[in-house]
């Protein structure tokens, strides 16, 4: 009976510790410390850059695609509020397909659903990756899954 009790709380401990989430703040120095530990190039610009697609990390950190299986980790000055949660980016930038680290800026959609309000947020930091480094930080913060 003794032993039957040690197991049911040891799984429930277990399936605890695998099912909870790291905070925005969190994940924000997760992907700082990242930055750092790979050595991670800031640019000033991306020239020839083709908008395929986006993937929210956090309220400051998010991956943009673009054409050519090519991954840029964007950091945004300061918080911008409910990047996680949005629906949609737009970027907004010089029309000579370009990315530029100051003047450029994305604007969120889907937060507001009757309103064509849009957040701004601008653009602090463009670190290209590759599609391994894209997969890691996007997994930085979930449960890992054991196997079984």
């Not at 659903?113 to 997994?139: A, G, M």
Request: hydrophobic share 30%; proline share 3%.
């Amino acid at each position: 009976m003794k032993s039957l009790l040690t197991i049911t709380l040891s799984s429930i401990l277990l399936l605890g510790c695998t099912s909870t989430s790291m905070s925005l703040k969190e994940k924000n120095n997760a992907y700082s410390k990242y930055v750092l530990n790979e050595n991670l190039t800031n640019e000033d610009k991306v020239e020839g850059f083709k908008f395929s697609g986006w993937k929210s990390l956090s309220d400051n950190y998010l991956i943009i695609k673009a054409n050519y299986k090519k991954d840029y980790l964007i950091e945004t000055k300061g918080r911008c509020n409910n990047l996680n949660d949005s629906h949609g980016i737009k970027l907004n930038r010089s029309p000579n397909f370009a990315i530029y680290k100051l003047g450029d800026s994305i604007s969120l959609a889907g937060i507001h659903p009757n309103t064509d309000i849009t957040d701004k947020c601008f653009i602090k930091s463009i670190y290209p990756i590759t599609r391994l480094q894209s997969e890691h930080l996007v997994n930085i913060g979930k449960p890992v899954q054991s196997e079984s």
